[in-house]
């Protein structure tokens, strides 16, 4: 079994070599599985040291030049070899619990695909409360975070992979379409609760409660207008580290 790690990247230098120790820690605890991997991290048109980083770190690094996350993991996955994905994002640690469930459901052979619940340190009683609404939402509902989403490549290819018209929101489109996969060839999708993944806290930080209702009401009044265009999406877009 071969295993694709696909971290997108912009100007994450101050974190992406945590992210990639993680990644290589939980999986040195987890190499009983005999599972071989490779590790890439998309460039998405950085300005830092983002991909020297990566590449000193032991990743392939690709490069994306339009800035589009959906953009970016697809073009992780076009060159992915792997049987399966794990797209994650460059702002997050990965743990050896939750690295050891992702193996177990791939082992198993009964599942299409898989997300994660999260873990946020250090962040505001408001936005601790949001985690806790989205977690319901996504463990209920079955969306995968952006943080982290695993995904059989087979499956990922047929159904489309991500669409490439949205700019926030495409882990919960994919995952619709994936569940409806797993449906037709009998293989569930779930999401992961035992191990939540951590994830930085940042946006919280630099962005006031506010500004953060202000762009959910936008994403609750009009979905797909907001989802497709990118300047109105400044919480993704804006540059903001």
């Known amino acids: 079994m071969h295993i694709s ?29 005999g599972f071989a991997h490779e590790i890439i991290v998309v460039d998405n048109n950085s300005t830092d040291t983002t991909a020297q980083l990566a590449k000193q770190a032991g990743a392939r690094v690709v490069f994306e030049p339009v800035n589009h996350i959906a953009r970016a993991r697809t073009a992780g996955a076009n060159v992915a070899q792997g049987d399966w994905l794990i797209f994650m994002d460059a702002d997050c640690l990965m743990n050896p619990g939750l690295m050891t469930d992702i193996f177990e459901l791939i082992k198993q052979g009964r599942h299409v695909g898989a997300g ?6 250090d962040q505001p009683g408001w936005a601790e409360t949001l985690l806790k609404i989205w977690t ?18 087979a499956a990922f290819r047929e159904v489309g992979g991500f669409d490439l018209t949205l700019y926030a929101a495409e882990e919960i489109d994919l995952s619709h379409r994936l569940k409806r996969y797993g449906r037709q060839h009998k293989l569930k999708f779930t999401i992961l609760n035992k191990h939540p993944l951590e994830t930085s806290s940042r946006k919280t930080k630099l ?16 979905p797909l207008g907001t989802l497709r265009n990118k300047k109105k999406l400044p919480m993704w877009y804006d540059g903001r580290r």
Do not use: K
Not at 5 to 20: G, K, M, S, T, V
Not at 143 to 150: P, R
Not at 216 to 222: E, G, I
């Open 136 to 153: 319901m939402l996504s463990v209920r509902l079955g969306w995968a975070a952006g943080a982290l989403m695993v995904c059989n490549t």
């Open 207 to 222: 962005y006031s409660g506010w500004e953060v209702f202000g762009q959910f009401l936008r994403l609750v009044l009009s």
């Open 116 to 121: 994660s619940t999260l873990y946020m340190p």
């Open 5 to 33: 790690f696909i971290i997108p990247a912009f100007n994450e230098a101050q974190l992406i070599e945590r992210c990639l120790h993680s990644v290589a820690d939980a999986l040195a605890a987890n190499s009983s599985y």
